[in-house]
Structures are given as C-alpha cells and as structure tokens.
C-alpha cells in the first residue's frame, strides 16, 4: 500500500507519515523542492513524474497559515494562499484521481482547520481557502464513489506542534487551551490518528465528510 503525504516532514504530517508507515504503507512525503505547491510547473512536473505508480492514499497536509485583513491583503498576499491551500491541492487531486480509481483501497483527505467551521479577525482567506477545500471534498466524494474512492476533511482545532509552540510564549499557549473545553492542545499524533482512520482501509462507509478534530473549540 502506498500513501502521498504533503507536508510530511514536521506537525501534523509527520505525524501523520509515521502512523502510516506503522501501519505498513510505503509513505511518499516529497520536499519542496520536489514539490512546491506555490508553483504550477512544479505541481505538473511532479504529477508527470509520478501519475502512472500506484497509489492507494492521499493526504493533502501542506499548507499556508498566514494572517491577513482582507482590507490590508493584496492580491500577492491573496494569490499565495489560495495557489497553496487550495489550488495545488485540486490540482494533486486532478493529476492522482485516476491512480487512486485503480486502487481496491482509494482514500483520500483533506486536511482543514476549525477555521474552516468559524473564523476571526485576519483568517478570512485562510478560511476561504480551507471552506473552499472542503467543497471540493463534498463534490469529488460523489464524483469517484462509483470506483470506492471515499474523500473526507479533516479539520484540526488548535494543536501542539512545534510551530506552535515556536510562536506562542507559554502564557499565550495557556491563554489558547482555556478555551479549549478539553483544556489542552491536541498533539499531532491524535489528529494523525483521526486522519489514518479516514485514510485507510479501516474507514468503509465514511465519505464527504468534514470532521473537526478540536477538543470542543468549535461546540462553545
């Protein structure tokens, strides 16, 4: 079995790489100079590259998280988060669909946020963008059912990465987990565990779904 993970090489895809590899899939996790999903050459040339292996998973994982007022954004601001967190994924999805059609096990997740279910000052495009991804999950799970392809979101909440933990002082991070109902950050393990699920053989029924993986965040 064989799964593509984009952003596999910190956070959440990572973690993500990791659970499949334990669980017996060869786990292709390109760099960004193998795959740069800011450049549509470099999307082309990689799907050219590789659109003829098998494929039984694919994880879209990588992204952008930048904060932007849509009064201050311009259109350099605009087109970089939209050409990361929503155009390469499709344009992935387009290029691996018909290997993921010849697969007995064809999964496939997209990888949201809960600023995808609620949003706030400077996440407008961020969440326009991960709104956007899960719209395609919605219409793609209908477009390749007929072959068994299941296509769900999944949506983090807050989560303790090392990016977050970089740009967060401890009483910010403590500030953040208070809101959280559970009380605590989720460790990318636990969202990697969610996305295994939905991205493996052991999910049989599930698809076009959005899961929020948020320790409540969102329910308040």
Request: glycine share 10%.
């Amino acid at each position: 079995m064989r799964a593509l993970v984009t952003g596999g090489s910190r956070g959440i895809g990572r973690a993500t790489a990791k659970i499949f590899r334990d669980n017996g899939y060869e786990v292709i996790t390109p760099t960004r100079n193998e795959l740069d999903l800011s450049s549509k050459s470099s999307i082309e040339a990689y799907i050219s590259a590789h659109k003829d292996e098998p494929l039984d998973t694919l994880v879209n994982n990588a992204g952008i998280n930048d904060l932007a007022f849509i009064e201050d954004a311009n259109d350099a601001v605009i087109e970089r988060m939209f050409e990361v967190d929503l155009m390469g994924p499709i344009r992935l999805l387009r290029g691996f669909i018909p290997s993921l059609r010849k697969s007995d096990i064809g999964r496939i997740v997209n990888i949201g946020s809960i600023w995808a279910a609620v949003s706030k000052p400077g996440r407008g495009l961020y969440s326009a963008a991960k709104r956007g991804l899960h719209g395609i999950t919605n219409a793609l799970a209908c477009e390749v059912a007929e072959d068994g392809v299941l296509v769900n979101t999944i949506c983090p909440g807050f989560t303790a990465t090392e990016l977050t933990i970089q740009n967060n002082t401890p009483a910010e991070i403590k500030e953040l987990e208070r809101l959280i109902p559970l009380g605590r950050m989720a460790d990318p393990e636990e969202i990697a565990k969610a996305v295994y699920y939905f991205g493996s053989k052991e999910n049989t029924y599930i698809t076009g779904q959005k899961i929020l993986v948020d320790g409540g965040y969102t329910i308040k």
